[in-house]
């Protein structure tokens, strides 16, 4: 089964300044996908970003990147100029091939002004 | 716009109680989810409902069953309420592929007293 690790119960980063959210991730498969999921104080879940895992390249969108080791299982996500909207709950998952995700426990972001 | 909603934000059932969480998704995605969140726990699944009338169990079933007669609907029955089911509860749908995210509900806060 695969597990998904999430170290930092809670972070805090200054507004415009750059942050990073670990995860690991334990499986015996070599293809899989990877996401962030974002979920504000008004609770609704959203994608934030996703990796492929035969992918070399690291995912962007915007302010958000991932630092994705495939041989470590790592997949940390950095968040540059942070901004006030960006305080929310961070959830790593990790997709099996039937589309069934494995969450870690979240990390808590506070973004201070 | 894609959107999965779940029937109630806050609910408040009574010890013994039979509860019913309902959940519908227009997306017409195979995956349909009930997740537990409570702090420190991340998410954990409870059902998991691949098709109609096909469900699978997850990480905390107990305690909890559920029905899935409609593709787009799928609920969650807690047979006979108790103090610790006091939690929220997330409802998420997908595709079926490992590719794809999960779109979440906007979560029921159910208390039970």
């Known amino acids: 089964a695969q597990t998904v690790t999430q170290s930092q119960p809670e972070m805090s980063v200054q507004e415009a300044e750059t942050v990073t959210l670990s995860c690991t991730y334990d499986t015996s498969e070599s293809d899989y996908y990877l996401f962030w999921y974002k979920q504000p104080p008004s609770r609704q879940m959203i994608l934030v970003i996703r990796q492929e895992a035969y992918k070399q390249q690291n995912a962007t969108e915007n302010r958000f990147s991932v630092n994705f080791q495939k041989a470590a299982k790592s997949f940390s996500l950095k968040i540059s100029d942070s901004q006030l909207g960006d305080a929310a709950m961070y959830f790593c998952a990790y997709n099996t091939n039937a589309g069934k995700s494995t969450f870690g426990d979240g990390t808590t972001l506070t973004v201070k002004p | 716009d894609v959107k999965v909603t779940q029937s109630s934000r806050y609910l408040v059932k009574r010890t013994g109680e039979k509860v019913f969480l309902e959940c519908v998704q227009d997306m017409d995605h195979e995956n349909m989810f009930w997740y537990r969140q409570d702090p420190g726990l991340g998410l954990r699944l409870i059902y998991f409902s691949y098709d109609v009338k096909m469900k699978e169990k997850g990480d905390i079933p107990e305690g909890y069953s559920v029905s899935r007669e409609k593709k787009e609907r799928f609920s969650l029955i807690l047979e006979s309420a108790s103090t610790n089911q006091t939690s929220m509860y997330l409802c998420?749908?997908?595709?079926?592929?490992?590719?794809?995210?999960?779109?979440f509900g906007q979560g029921t806060r159910l208390t039970v007293v």
């Open positions: 998420a749908s997908s595709p079926g592929t490992a590719r794809t995210e999960a779109f």
